[in-house]
Nanobody, 119 residues
């Protein structure tokens, strides 16, 4: 069994900062790409950022220069530093990871963390 659990969401004022964390636990042989997605009310889930096991990152255009994704392989954890928050960033943020177990790989999702941007 594998679990992803996000933490660090909350209410932040426009222009503020937030750091999301996502820890993977369970029987894990290796983790390939980890990433963050978000879904605002009435909208489809969209990619925010991904990071490979080698540290290569990819960002959606709306967050480039404001969001930073990192990971700690020793802790099976991925982070998302969010700076200069805008109201458009308000959404439920989901962690995603491609995890290998017993020779097979699969994508796993966390339950999500709410990020609210308001004055």
């Amino acid at each position: 069994q594998v679990q992803l659990v996000e933490s660090g969401g909350g209410l932040v004022q426009p222009g503020g900062s937030l750091r999301l964390s996502c820890a993977a636990s369970g029987t894990i042989f290796s983790i390939d790409t980890m990433g963050w997605y978000r879904q605002a009310p009435g909208k489809q889930r969209e990619l925010v950022a991904t990071i490979t096991s080698g540290g290569r990152t990819n960002y959606a255009d709306p967050v480039k220069g404001r969001f930073t994704i990192t990971r700690d392989g020793t802790k099976n954890t991925v982070y998302l530093q969010i700076d200069s928050l805008k109201p458009a960033d308000a959404a439920v943020y989901y962690c995603n990871a491609h995890i290998k177990r017993w020779g097979l790989g699969a994508y796993y999702w966390g339950p999500g963390a709410q990020v609210t941007v308001a004055s």
